[in-house]
């Protein structure tokens, strides 16, 4: 099973950016979708990104279209969440999953990376 770990995660004002990058070790990267979840305090872990093997096809939750953009670089095994024009409401603990299609619920991705802490201030 493919092993992932998030990198990228920090303390930002709002309007601000980040990048989150997934490292994946393992079977073959690119024979897997790739989404990003985030799960605030008290809440339940909700879908972000995902895109597919190829990087070709992508699916984002609504109220991060237009400010996030998912990419991955098969050739380094690393996938990667860029976050523009940050929110408060951003503030959570993303993590990086793998599956084998492009499908947005939990129990679709069968690895998980640990998670990165993203703070957004206001």
């Known amino acids: 099973q493919v092993q992932l770990e998030e990198s990228g995660g920090g303390l930002v004002q709002a309007g601000g950016s980040l990048r989150l990058s997934c490292t994946a070790s393992?079977?073959?990267?690119?024979?897997?979708?790739m989404g990003w979840f985030r799960q605030a305090p008290g809440k339940e872990r909700e879908f972000v990104a995902v895109l597919d093997f190829s990087g070709t096809a992508t699916r984002y939750a609504d109220d991060v279209k237009g400010r996030f953009t998912i990419s991955r670089d098969n050739a380094k095994n690393t996938g990667y969440l860029q976050m523009n024009s940050l929110k408060p409401v951003d503030t959570a603990v993303y993590y990086c999953?793998?599956?084998?299609?492009?499908?947005?619920?939990?129990?679709?991705?069968?690895?998980w990376g640990p998670g990165t802490q993203v703070i957004v201030s206001s």
């Open positions: 393992g079977p073959i990267f690119n024979s897997y979708a």
């Open positions: 999953a793998a599956g084998t299609r492009l499908l947005t619920g939990v129990s679709d991705f069968g690895a």
